[in-house]
């Protein structure tokens, strides 16, 4: 069979080994961490991201390569593409990587984003708070996660404190209108060289801290809004040309207006409730679509509750689920955890997720409720 190589040795790599490895494909990941999560299931190469050496390396034993994170460096993408084959190429990167070229490239697909400015100096900043009104949401262009890189301006005092902090990190800045939203979804859709494409059921998303929570699918909005949720990011994914999974993060209105937030070119924490509740997982599908296969069904199989575990979240875990689940009997509930090898369950470190397969989505956040795990 052939190798795939990936670029990045977390979670999303170790899952993405875990699917493809069940595909007969083999797996090589490139990961600092000598201890990362991909590394215990796949070959590793231990080494920086931006080292050269290592990145020829896995060129020289992949077919095929491809990333689980997004923030590549540009000229190791470059290399690659000169001495392997690497389907996604490195645009999608390019324009992933930086909040405004996204913006503009989801705008040219013909899907809107949140009203946004760029930012090149305080006074700019100024000009666009007054004409956004607060609150409003100041981020850095790039290297951004977890609501790392942003600041909610709240009022006009704090213009000047916002704009020095984040502009400490040397990058570019943008400023965007507060969506006062009634949920946020996301979908993921996934593209091969065919050009076929596959958007799976929207999700839900509950953040706590900034951090991914849980994501209920089928998501409590309409079936028309599902459905065009779902249209949106296909056409993301044919205008942007992707190869492989992007992963749409949007924001809906209470007057029914979608917005699009940011995009992933990846297997997204908002897609791990597929593993068990559709015919395809989202790690199946990203496969699937970098090897040129046709792409798999995406049919929802069960209503299901991803709910993320954090370092707090995995000793009581471990506790409720060393004894017999009443509460799972009860509600007719199937929680499937997934625990990712991290050795350090740090506090709000992503540890691992449980999948609740349930008769509907209320019985699984009932059962999320119950647990007490989850309770902060
Ligand atoms: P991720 O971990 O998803 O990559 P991130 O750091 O890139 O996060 P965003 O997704 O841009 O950050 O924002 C984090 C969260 O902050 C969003 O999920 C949303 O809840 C809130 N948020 C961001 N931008 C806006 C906005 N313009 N209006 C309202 N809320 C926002
Ligand atoms: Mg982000
Ligand atoms: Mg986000």
């Given at each position: 069979g052939s190798t795939i190589g990936i670029l990045g040795g977390g979670q999303l790599g170790r899952m993405m080994a875990n699917a493809g490895s069940a595909m007969g494909y083999r797996f090589v990941a490139l990961d600092p961490s000598p201890d990362a999560p991909a590394g215990q299931v796949a070959e590793q190469i231990v080494a920086a991201y931006d080292n050269r050496e290592a990145a020829r390396e896995l060129a020289k034993r992949?077919?095929?390569?491809?990333?689980?994170?997004?923030?590549?460096?540009?000229?190791?993408?470059?290399?690659?593409?000169?001495?392997?084959?690497?389907?996604?190429?490195?645009?999608?990167?390019?324009?992933?990587?930086?909040?405004?070229?996204?913006?503009?490239?989801?705008?040219?697909?013909g899907v809107r984003v949140a009203p946004y400015s760029e930012i090149r100096s305080v006074?700019?900043?100024?000009?666009?708070?007054?004409?956004?009104?607060?609150?409003?949401?100041?981020?850095?262009?790039?290297?951004?996660?977890?609501?790392?890189?942003?600041?909610?301006?709240?009022?006009?005092?704090?213009?000047?404190?916002?704009?020095?902090?984040?502009?400490?990190?040397?990058?570019?800045?943008?400023?965007e209108q507060f969506i006062r939203f009634d949920k946020e979804l996301s979908v993921i859709a996934a593209r091969?060289?065919?050009?076929?494409?596959?958007?799976?059921?929207?999700?839900?998303?509950?953040?706590?801290?900034?951090?991914?929570?849980?994501?209920?699918?089928?998501?409590?909005?309409?079936?028309?809004?599902?459905?065009?949720?779902?249209r949106l990011a296909m056409r993301i994914a044919e205008g942007l040309g992707v190869i492989g999974l992007i992963a749409v993060e949007l924001f809906y209105t209470a007057d029914g207006e979608l917005f699009v937030n940011e995009l992933a070119p990846r297997p997204h924490n908002s897609g791990h409730y597929t593993m068990e509740a559709?015919?395809?997982?989202?790690?199946?599908?990203?496969?699937?679509?970098?090897?040129?296969?046709?792409?798999?069904?995406?049919?929802?199989?069960?209503?299901?509750?991803?709910?993320?575990?954090?370092?707090?979240?995995?000793?009581?875990?471990?506790?409720r689920m060393s004894r017999q689940d009443e509460a799972a009997e009860r509600l007719k509930v199937s929680?499937?955890?997934?625990?990712?090898?991290?050795k350090e369950a740090v506090v709000k470190r992503k540890m691992g997720h449980v999948n609740v397969l349930a008769p509907d989505t209320d019985a699984a956040l009932d059962w999320i409720e119950e647990t007490t795990i989850w309770k902060v």
């Amino acid at each position: 069979g052939s190798t795939i190589g990936i670029l990045g040795g977390g979670q999303l790599g170790r899952m993405m080994a875990n699917a493809g490895s069940a595909m007969g494909y083999r797996f090589v990941a490139l990961d600092p961490s000598p201890d990362a999560p991909a590394g215990q299931v796949a070959e590793q190469i231990v080494a920086a991201y931006d080292n050269r050496e290592a990145a020829r390396e896995l060129a020289k034993r992949s077919d095929v390569i491809t990333y689980e994170f997004e923030n590549v460096d540009a000229d190791v993408a470059a290399m690659l593409m000169a001495e392997s084959y690497v389907p996604q190429g490195s645009k999608l990167l390019y324009t992933t990587q930086h909040r405004l070229r996204e913006k503009r490239a989801i705008e040219a697909a013909g899907v809107r984003v949140a009203p946004y400015s760029e930012i090149r100096s305080v006074d700019e900043l100024r000009e666009a708070v007054s004409r956004f009104g607060t609150p409003c949401v100041l981020k850095t262009a790039m290297g951004g996660y977890d609501g790392k890189g942003q600041w909610v301006i709240r009022s006009e005092s704090e213009i000047e404190e916002a704009y020095e902090t984040l502009s400490l990190a040397g990058v570019q800045l943008v400023l965007e209108q507060f969506i006062r939203f009634d949920k946020e979804l996301s979908v993921i859709a996934a593209r091969n060289p065919q050009g076929e494409i596959k958007a799976f059921p929207v999700a839900e998303n509950i953040h706590v801290d900034n951090i991914l929570h849980v994501s209920i699918v089928p998501a409590r909005v309409s079936v028309d809004v599902q459905r065009e949720a779902e249209r949106l990011a296909m056409r993301i994914a044919e205008g942007l040309g992707v190869i492989g999974l992007i992963a749409v993060e949007l924001f809906y209105t209470a007057d029914g207006e979608l917005f699009v937030n940011e995009l992933a070119p990846r297997p997204h924490n908002s897609g791990h409730y597929t593993m068990e509740a559709c015919r395809t997982s989202q790690f199946e599908q990203h496969v699937r679509a970098v090897c040129n296969l046709p792409l798999g069904d995406t049919a929802l199989m069960s209503p299901v509750v991803m709910v993320n575990v954090l370092g707090e979240h995995v000793e009581p875990l471990l506790e409720r689920m060393s004894r017999q689940d009443e509460a799972a009997e009860r509600l007719k509930v199937s929680p499937k955890a997934h625990l990712y090898g991290k050795k350090e369950a740090v506090v709000k470190r992503k540890m691992g997720h449980v999948n609740v397969l349930a008769p509907d989505t209320d019985a699984a956040l009932d059962w999320i409720e119950e647990t007490t795990i989850w309770k902060v």
